[in-house]
């Protein structure tokens, strides 16, 4: 199929936009009622470790699904980068099931580390967006994203979308594991229905974060942080900068701020901190209160209750809808892709090719 822009500046701008549609067509394709529709044979009740293995964004995606897999079904989750795992030669107990994630399912690492657990792990399965890919054939079980063709290079739509999928096998899990009721998995996929309509409340605060972008692009450094679930999210909100914007963007757990990187905090580096109003947002608000006595500018994604309690001294805060606590990373997505697009049109980069990047990379 041919795909336009749709009358956006750029297929980023569109692939971003569309997520309130896309996401939700995503969740369908998965739901039966409130019945998760995944094949039969993908049962979690046996399944000792899961080993998650990708590269670039699919890798963000994994780290994040490791919080879930292991918060709501108790699976022990290992992660790694694609090009890493199959060198170390990591043993593979028996029943572990291992998971690639790729958009393409052709990145030549996630391929190789995938034939790397053929003869080894339980079973294999899959996250992909394309669903006719060397991944996805070499997989016992192969999980469409349900993205539509993405173009841009930097990966948006895709991200969320393999989110909306990897949460879904964790409640799968969880269920299978007798650690959630009936009743708690129907609100967490109703939770996950009302998804779109804060995608689109989070779309409206499109012209904040422009503007934030603009005074962000004048930088040569940004800190990402962020806690439990954003902490993945911050190395992709830094990944999503750097790739587009060629600005350096470095992600850092909020605790360990202190053992290292607030060395590098004064007034000329912005530190973008992810935290909705949850149960770690004190140690949070103590963090940006360490970068801002230090003279560092705090750029807070939170939710109103978090910008209330907050305090005045943040220098722009961009107040997302509340969203329920597990799907934040998909959510809070929205205004790191929203950053980096605006700082990368504010520096006139060429925003869907960016220089010395591939859209797949299918050379190790
Ligand atoms: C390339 C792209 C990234 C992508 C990564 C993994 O580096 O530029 O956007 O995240 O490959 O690609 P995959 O197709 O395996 O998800």
């Known amino acids: 199929a041919r795909v336009d822009k749709s009358g956006y500046k750029h297929f980023m701008a569109k692939e971003i936009w569309e997520q309130p549609t896309v996401l939700a067509n995503a969740l369908s394709a998965y739901l039966d009622g409130n019945t998760i529709d995944l094949p039969e044979s993908l049962d979690f009740a046996n399944t000792e470790r899961l080993t998650l293995v990708a590269c670039g964004t699919a890798y963000f995606a994994c780290l994040t699904a490791k919080y879930w897999f292991e918060t709501l079904a108790g699976i022990p989750v290992e992660t790694d980068i694609a090009s890493e795992f199959r060198y170390r030669e990591p043993p593979i107990p028996a029943g572990t099931t291992a998971l690639f994630v790729s958009q393409s399912g052709e990145t030549a690492d996630t391929l190789a580390a995938l034939r790397f657990c053929r003869d080894r792990a339980d079973r294999i399965l899959s ?14 079980i ?3 994203i349900h993205a539509g063709i993405e173009i841009g290079v930097a990966s948006t739509k895709a991200f969320t979308c393999q989110l909306n999928v990897l949460y879904l096998l964790a409640l799968k899990a969880a269920v299978d594991r007798g650690r959630m009721t009936p009743e708690d ?10 998804l ?12 904040t974060i422009a503007e934030a972008a603009r005074a962000v692009a004048e930088s040569r450094d940004v800190l990402f942080l962020g806690r439990g679930l954003m902490y993945p999210l911050a190395h992709e909100g830094a990944l999503k900068l750097k790739e587009i914007s060629y600005i350096h963007a470095e992600a850092y757990a909020s605790g360990e701020l202190k053992h290292g990187p607030i060395a590098l905090i004064d007034k000329t580096v912005p530190v973008v901190v992810m935290a909705p109003r949850d149960a770690l947002f004190d140690k ?3 963090n940006m209160h360490e970068v801002m006595a230090r003279g560092g500018k705090v750029l807070l994604f939170t939710d109103a209750a978090g910008a209330a309690e907050a305090g005045a001294d943040v220098w722009r805060t961009v107040t997302l809808p509340e969203v329920a606590p597990a799907l934040t990373p998909l959510l809070y997505a929205l205004p790191a892709q929203l950053l980096a697009y605006h700082a990368a049109v504010a520096k006139g980069t060429d925003v869907d090719q960016p220089r010395n990047l591939a859209k797949s990379v299918t050379v190790e």
């Open 127 to 140: 996250v992909v967006n394309v669903a006719e890919s060397s991944i996805a054939r070499e997989s016992d």
């Open 142 to 144: 192969a999980l469409p």
């Open 185 to 194: 998995l129907a609100q967490a996929l109703d939770d996950l229905r009302g």
């Open 196 to 207: 779109p309509g804060l995608f689109n409340a989070g779309l409206d605060r499109d012209v």
């Open 284 to 286: 949070t608000v103590s």
